[in-house]
């Protein structure tokens, strides 16, 4: 049995990630790239037979993290004007 995705770490901000899909096309690209790129990272470390060059699987694992960090980003600023609102 394979474990969850670790890469998958929006998962609990799920609803403001569609908003934000929503409003920000950019955002929407960034996200929709991020997801496909964790799931063949994903794919990858948990393939068998071939094994994949460790150069090939960090540097998708730095891509990733780029794209997880401009993805925080985005959620963090949407969450304090969400805040903002309500005050």
Known sequence: ???QNKYRKFQLQQKNI???EKENTRFKRVY????NMS???????NKEGEPIPDDF???MMMQTSYLEE???DWLI???QNK???KS
């Open 39 to 45: 799931d063949e990272l994903w794919n990858l470390e």
């Open 77 to 79: 600023k949407f969450n």
């Open 83 to 85: 805040t903002e609102i």
């Open 1 to 3: 049995m394979k474990s």
């Open 70 to 72: 401009e993805i925080e």
């Open 57 to 59: 699987i960090n540097a």
């Open 18 to 20: 569609e908003a934000l």
């Open 32 to 35: 929709s790239e991020y997801e």
